[in-house]
């Protein structure tokens, strides 16, 4: 108790100034870890995140019971984890050292909520409605729709739009002479951000060998992020939606809004009440 005191103690022995650098210097470092949070949530790297924090756990915990064989094993495995984590967040580190760049003083000041732009009730129909042509006219389609990890690293890699999402634009977008329809289009709440976007392609070796390179893409950037990916197959005219590095397919339109509005807009998807069977209005005839 006294070592955890010891710093408040010593506050009354230190002047003004020295005060002030030292809760300075508590400010920066709280920033810090909280744009660097930031800059992970959502994506992989905040997996990895909890899964280093579980590893530190067992850690404590095995030398904590004496389970000495464990705690060996674990205790040797921190020796490379300065290299491993190094590894596992390169793409994470070198987003977060260019986002620190682009950082404004109006952005320092700026406290988000939750982080995820809610889709309006407009936009979900505009992009059913889309879907559902180019389901129609067996035109393939891949929609990245954004939630709380930022996308803009792979929207750099496309064509910037900035326009007001409607079925029309994206029916248009995915028209095989349109030279942006070869790639993603990436939707960041109700605003189309970019086009003809690459994805990385997914690496799991239990994915159907009869998917193709879009659906493949779709779970790759689901895998990586947790944007939401709608996929529209030119051959077979399916609709699959990947979420979490799971591809789900959806036999109608109607399953596809459902779970739209309640994946994007937090609705509760109550069944349809049934209908009362309805009265035959035929009258007995007498001969």
Do not use: M
């Given at each position: 108790m006294e070592e955890v005191l010891r710093p408040f103690t010593a506050l009354r022995h230190q002047s003004a100034s020295e005060v002030l650098i030292n809760l300075l210097d508590v400010i920066l470092v709280a920033f810090l870890i909280y744009r660097l949070l930031l800059l992970v949530r959502g994506t992989r790297a905040w997996r990895i995140l909890i899964g280093v924090i579980a590893f530190l756990i067992v850690l404590v915990l095995s030398e904590r019971f004496g389970l000495n064989t464990l705690h060996w094993i674990f205790e040797k495995a921190t020796i490379l984890g300065p290299v491993a984590l190094v590894i596992l967040f390169l793409p994470e580190v070198r987003q977060a050292i260019e986002g620190f760049g682009k950082i404004t003083p109006l952005q320092m000041i700026h406290v988000p909520g939750s982080g995820e732009e809610r889709a309006e009730a407009r936009t979900v129909e505009e992009i059913c409605s889309a879907v559902a042509e180019l389901?129609?006219?067996?035109?393939?389609?891949?929609?990245?729709?954004?939630?709380?990890?930022?996308?803009?690293?792979?929207?750099?890699?496309?064509?910037?739009?900035?326009?007001?999402?409607?079925?029309?634009?994206?029916?248009?977008?995915?028209?095989?002479?349109?030279?942006?329809?070869?790639?993603?289009?990436?939707?960041?709440?109700?605003?189309?951000?970019?086009?003809?976007c690459r994805l990385p392609l997914s690496e799991n070796s239990r994915l159907d060998s009869h998917l193709h390179m879009r659906h493949r893409a779709a779970v790759g950037i689901s895998e990586q992020t947790d944007a939401l990916t709608i996929v529209v197959s030119e051959e077979r005219g399916t609709i699959s939606v990947s979420i979490d590095g799971e591809i789900t397919r959806y036999s109608t339109v109607h399953e596809l809004r459902e779970m739209l509005n309640r994946d994007l807009r937090k609705m509760p998807i109550t069944p349809p009440t049934p209908r009362p069977p309805r009265k035959s209005r035929r009258r007995n005839r007498s001969r």
């Open positions: 389901q129609q006219e067996s035109i393939g389609a891949l929609i990245v729709i954004e939630r709380t990890a930022k996308l803009d690293e792979i929207a750099s890699n496309g064509v910037s739009l900035g326009a007001r999402i409607s079925a029309p634009l994206l029916g248009s977008i995915f028209y095989g002479e349109n030279p942006l329809h070869d790639g993603a289009v990436i939707i960041r709440g109700d605003t189309i951000l970019a086009a003809a």
